[in-house]
């Protein structure tokens, strides 16, 4: 076997994996997600494997952990919707029959019938909406756990094999971006859900402060709804300053704008995300913080996992490279003799400032 076949076949894969991703473009997101939770719950797959488990029990324990994760995150929406079913129908009965909203001199009457028919057609148009997805999320659901299932089971292999392309010179680099991807990775889905309990807690404060009753209900929703991306608590908000609106209280409904949309809404994403940034996956939170807004308005969704983990690799390409310059700075920069040790030095300390001026 010659010395280039193992990159021609290395090319070969390239090529077919973007060809996979055009081809699978509707699913890629899917698949990024199940990429990412396999790559963290693998560690849990090697503990099992540890105690005496098969390859193929610990995997489906570590599969059925993810999907516990996600139920445990949206059950209590469902949970809450059944027991405060009753008090919503209440709030909704002290509405008045027509509300009258002036503004800059112009009047508009609005009644009890009108919105009932706009929010009927409203639910007609989302159960249609979901009844036509609902088998595309079920199939997505399904792909989601037998790709994380099937990564669990053989991604040591592919790691391996993927490894094995990378000349022996560079592994140590490819080794050390493994572990910063890992790492990385670990901290979005902790910022994650450190950023809903901190939602929760300053969701408690601010709707107890407000003179709301079930400060609890209002704070848990609040916290799940931070786990989804864009819309946020946001949601809850409106739909509280609306109900003010159509009581004919102003006042409150411009509070619970205000105040809850820069406490509930915005605090947290900007007071958790960059402090917990730098504790868990070494980032600074400004670096942080770009990549999850740049990666949310550039991707979507598969963004806050995306846009972090490649300011992060970015990162460690940075240090990656600083650490060769100042190795290797004499030979490769510089040339030999005297005026390459002096090069050296130089090299090491712009490839260190370009470094921690990028980190900074």
Not at 103 to 110: P, S
Request: proline content about 4%; aromatic content about 8%; glycine content about 12%.
């Amino acid at each position: 076997m010659t010395a280039s076949r193992p990159y021609v076949f290395g090319g070969v894969l390239a090529l077919f994996a973007l060809l996979a991703a055009v081809m699978l473009a509707n699913v890629l997101a899917t698949v990024f997600f199940a990429i990412t939770v396999a790559y963290l719950l693998v560690p849990l797959r090697r503990g099992l494997e540890a105690r005496g488990a098969s390859r193929w029990v610990a995997s489906l324990a570590a599969t059925v952990v993810a999907a516990v994760g996600v139920v445990v995150v949206l059950a209590p929406l469902f949970v809450i919707l059944f027991l405060r079913l009753s008090d919503i129908l209440e709030l909704a009965a002290l509405l008045p029959d027509v509300v009258t909203v002036e503004f800059l001199g112009m009047v508009e009457t609005v009644t009890l019938d009108d919105v009932v028919a706009v929010g009927l057609g409203l639910l007609q148009s989302v159960g249609r909406a979901a009844a036509t997805a609902a088998p595309v999320v079920l199939i997505k659901l399904t792909l989601f756990g037998f790709l994380v299932f099937a990564l669990l089971l053989s991604g040591d292999a592919v790691g391996r094999t993927l490894l094995a392309l990378v000349p022996a010179d560079y592994r140590d680099a490819a080794t050390a971006l493994n572990e910063r991807a890992r790492e990385t990775l670990f901290a979005i889905y902790v910022l994650q859900a450190a950023t809903a309990v901190g939602t929760f807690a300053i969701g408690l404060v601010v709707f107890w402060a407000l003179g709301y009753d079930y400060v609890v209900t209002l704070a848990t929703v609040a916290a799940v709804l931070q786990f989804i991306p864009i819309v946020g608590p946001s949601v809850l908000l409106a739909a509280m300053a609306a109900y003010h609106v159509a009581v004919g209280d102003l006042v409150a409904a411009a509070l619970v704008v205000a105040v809850g949309g820069f406490a509930v809404a915005w605090l947290p994403d900007i007071l958790i995300r960059p402090r917990l940034a730098k504790e868990t996956a070494d980032l600074p939170g400004s670096l942080y913080f770009v990549g999850f807004v740049g990666g949310l308005l550039s991707l979507g969704p598969v963004g806050i996992i995306a846009g972090p983990l490649v300011v992060a690799l970015l990162v460690e390409s940075v240090d990656l490279l600083g650490a060769e310059l100042r190795v290797d700075g004499g030979g490769g920069v510089g040339g030999g003799g005297d005026d390459g040790d002096e090069s050296d030095g130089t090299a090491g300390t712009e490839g260190g400032d370009a470094a921690d001026s990028l980190q900074s």
